[in-house]
């Protein structure tokens, strides 16, 4: 519900209204012209603007981001978008997770946070959270591989990795953020290394397009036990959850191999092989009932700035250990059992990261 927004945003008073909301602590933009005029303001009153684009659900994840932007600027800008052409035409699109309110008031209560930190500290001052149409002013966002539409495209690092499976991704992401740098002109904006390939993809658009805006990456955060948090874990429900940790105890087998001297390529994708296919042989063994099931769609150990695979690791520029994993849906559920948002049915897509540092 955009309180204040939604009721102007078709009325020529809207421009105004959007400037002068008090509802929220931080003013809601549902087009580009009040916020650019906003931030047109900010630039001549010498305030810094770091930018932390979301498409929602937001969680600790996204509010640690938010966090260090506020440490580092003045002002925070978010954005709440969920962007239709990185989806690709069979993908969750429709059943992504959309919750308004409950993001809005996250985002109050980290202004309360900061308000009682004093001075310190920056603020978020703006949400952007634009319409379909407003993005995508033109033609329609197009989801298909060979649709029409202004896109952009980073080759060959977008068809790596997630791009492999995922062919209209990072140009759906590169497209929309390059959108939203033009928009926001941020000082800063701040990316979580959770999506890793995101990360290098956001950096090179910001290289090979001169954006002025510097590229910050927050650490992955994670529960308690080491599952990175992502919007998308809604859906796993208390048995996929406990399962899917496999991605991340994988890749932790594969970091202990390179910190105890191993560089070959074969020696650490067999530590995380080992444990991915240990895990699936004992679910495997188990009743429907009880059990849940995955796809490995890949491990990979790449160059950090590249992504190219790598057959024995530099150890002065280390590496980047990923992986990517599909729970399948519960083939049954128990009376009562929690099994997520979508009942156990949605395929859920995990992926997570490790870096290995560089070592002398
Ligand atoms: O990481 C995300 O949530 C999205 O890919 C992003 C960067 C907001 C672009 O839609």
Known sequence: MFRCARAFSTSPLFKYAAMTCRQYSFQVFRDVPPLRQMRRQLLLDRKTVGFVPTMGALH??????????????????????????????????????????SDVAKLEELNDEFARLGGDTGRISAILAPTPKVMYPTLPPSSEVDGDGSFVTITPLSRKLEGASRPVFFRGVATVCMKLFNIV???RAYFGQKDVQQTVVIKRLVQDFYINTDIVIGDTVREHDGLAMSSRNVYLGARR???????????????N???SGKLARSEIL??????????????????????????VDYIS????????????????????????????????????????????????????????????
């Not at 978008?81 to 059943?95: A, K, R, Y």
């Not at 250990?321 to 995990?350: F, H, Q, T, W």
Request: glycine share 6%.
């Open 60 to 101: 600790e994840g996204h509010l640690s981001l938010i966090r260090q932007a506020a440490t580092e600027n003045t002002d925070v800008f978010v954005s709440i978008f969920v962007n239709p052409t990185q989806f690709g035409v069979n993908e969750d699109l429709s059943s992504y997770p959309r919750t308004w309110d």
């Open 270 to 295: 067999d530590a995380a092989n080992g444990v991915a296919s240990r895990v699936l042989s004992e679910q495997q063994a188990l009743s429907p009932s009880e059990r849940a099931l995955y796809e």
């Open 301 to 360: 150990l790449a160059d950090p700035d590249t992504l190219d695979e790598v057959e024995t690791i530099d150890p002065s520029k280390g590496a980047i250990i990923s992986g990517a994993v599909k729970m399948v849906p519960l083939e049954e559920s128990k009376p009562g059992e929690d099994c997520g948002l979508g009942d156990g049915k949605v395929p859920v897509r995990l992926i997570d990261n490790l870096i290995f540092k560089p070592r002398p």
């Open 241 to 255: 959850r406990a399962v899917g940790l496999v991605i991340y105890d994988a890749l932790k087998a594969a970091e």
């Open 185 to 187: 002109q941020a000082d």
């Open 257 to 259: 191999a390179y910190n």
